[in-house]
């Protein structure tokens, strides 16, 4: 008895879990999607945590200002033919049952940074090509003005 009781627990838990998820479909690929994802934390001031970027998948973490979780999944969807653009999903779950608006306000930032990405700083350690060197300009001289050249000699007949 006492397991039933906790299986159908647990399965009004997951109920209320999957509820609290809000998702939305953007027209883009996973790296883009989840570059679009982080950008869009840190515009509304949320910490990015273990970052898990893969081909088809990326989980990202936050936190809330209370220590409450934030837990963002970004899914590659099938495409019906290989030449359709990638659309990807995302989905935005906080605390336990969900937070709607602030899930909305997530969804609508990631949105603005796809349209708008925001400008990519490289991690520490990695490698930044050296821009390609060009040469200082010359010195600057001064304009001296010259007399007008003589008119060249003309022949005679």
């Known amino acids: 008895m006492v397991l039933a009781a906790g299986a ?12 609290g998820t809000v998702a939305r479909t953007f027209p883009a ?3 883009e999607t989840a570059q679009a994802v982080q950008a869009a934390l840190v515009d509304l001031g949320l910490p990015v945590e273990r970052p898990r970027v893969g081909t088809n998948l990326a989980e990202i973490d936050s936190t809330l200002e209370d220590g ?14 290989p030449s359709d653009p990638p659309q ?3 989905e935005v ?4 049952f969900g937070d709607r608006p602030r899930s909305e306000r997530i969804l ?24 390609s060197p060009s040469s200082p300009p010359g010195p600057i001289l001064p304009v001296s003005q010259t007399d007008e050249p003589e008119l060249a000699p003309t022949k005679s007949p």
């Open 8 to 19: 159908v627990g647990g399965g009004v838990a997951a109920l209320g879990i999957k509820r």
């Open 29 to 31: 690929g996973v790296q």
């Open 68 to 81: 409450s979780p934030v837990f963002l999944t970004v899914r590659a969807e099938p495409r019906e033919l």
């Open 88 to 90: 990807t999903r995302v």
């Open 93 to 96: 779950h906080i605390k336990v």
């Open 108 to 131: 609508d930032r990631v949105e603005y940074r796809l349209k708008n990405p925001a400008p990519t700083i490289p991690s520490p350690g990695a490698f930044t090509p050296p821009s």
